[in-house]
């Protein structure tokens, strides 16, 4: 398990901590595109689970490195002790909108002897993510610091893009007391509650947003903007595919 904590800050501030851990690069790349798409119940169990902070919860995505990485379905679960575990296998060349039987038995499966919870009987997907990523790793490389920035949630018919000036950061360590987070305690930088996932389903659905209500406010647009579909359909007429590519020279 690992401590997770969330916080935002303005992207110019942050040389501090730029400073004193080094970033993850591939071939010189050192910024990462990422295209999230998080499944739910048609009532949508997860966003309300969390939303009731339910000390078992789990949350559902396939994700795609644009930049290299494959993709993935990834399953994060949150238990008792208050710690989040993330389980994941690979996922190429499966739309990232379905689930296939592999797909279901991993999660029931996991669910099942991780958390003791059966299954949702339907899972579909809702809203899909894109942003770009940034990593600073600890020396010690026992905890890391991800920097999101350009995020926008949509859902095929509506989208919600986040302020550009400010960036998304979450630190991930064993405790809580790395490197990472003394740094950013010294910067000023407090926790804040955030989940790019339920923040997007208040903002594209006008529904409460609850303790997460300052940082919808402070972040995302709450009025999503209407949006003409690209991608693929989902399972729930929801029109949900990756995010708009960059042509190949700026990848």
Same mark, same amino acid.
């Given at each position: ?49 969390? =939303? ?34 993330? &389980? ?8 990232? &909108? ?106 594209? =659905? ?6 997460? &209500? ?38």
């Amino acid at each position: 398990m690992q401590v997770h904590r969330h916080r935002l800050h303005h992207g110019a501030a942050l040389g501090g901590a730029g400073r004193r851990l080094p970033r993850v690069a591939d071939r010189g790349r050192r910024q990462f595109r990422y295209t999230s798409t998080y499944f739910d119940t048609p009532g949508l169990l997860t966003y309300h689970q969390h =939303r009731q902070d339910r000390r078992r919860r789990f949350k559902l995505r396939t994700r795609t490195y644009l930049d290299g990485g494959g993709q993935w379905l990834e399953l994060k679960l949150s238990g008792a002790r208050g710690g989040t575990d993330k &389980h994941r296998i690979p996922y190429d060349g499966v739309p990232g &909108h379905t689930l296939t039987s592999q797909a279901l038995e991993f999660v029931q499966d996991t669910l099942l002897s991780e958390l003791r919870l059966i299954a949702p009987d339907t899972l579909e997907p809702v809203l899909a993510t894109d942003y770009k990523r940034v990593t600073l790793i600890d020396r010690s490389g026992t905890a890391r610091l991800t920097c999101d920035t350009g995020l926008v949630c949509r859902d095929g018919r509506r989208s919600s893009p986040a302020r550009g000036d400010l960036v998304l950061l979450e630190s991930k360590s064993v405790d809580g007391k790395a490197l990472i987070d003394k740094v950013l305690r010294g910067m000023g930088v407090r926790p804040v509650s955030v989940s790019k996932y339920c923040l997007a389903v208040a903002a594209l =659905r006008e529904l409460p947003a609850n303790r997460w &209500h300052p940082v919808l406010r402070r972040y995302l647009v709450h009025r999503p903007g209407r949006r003409s579909g690209g991608g693929a359909p989902g399972r729930a007429g929801i029109v949900i595919g990756h995010g708009p590519r960059q042509p190949a020279a700026d990848r």
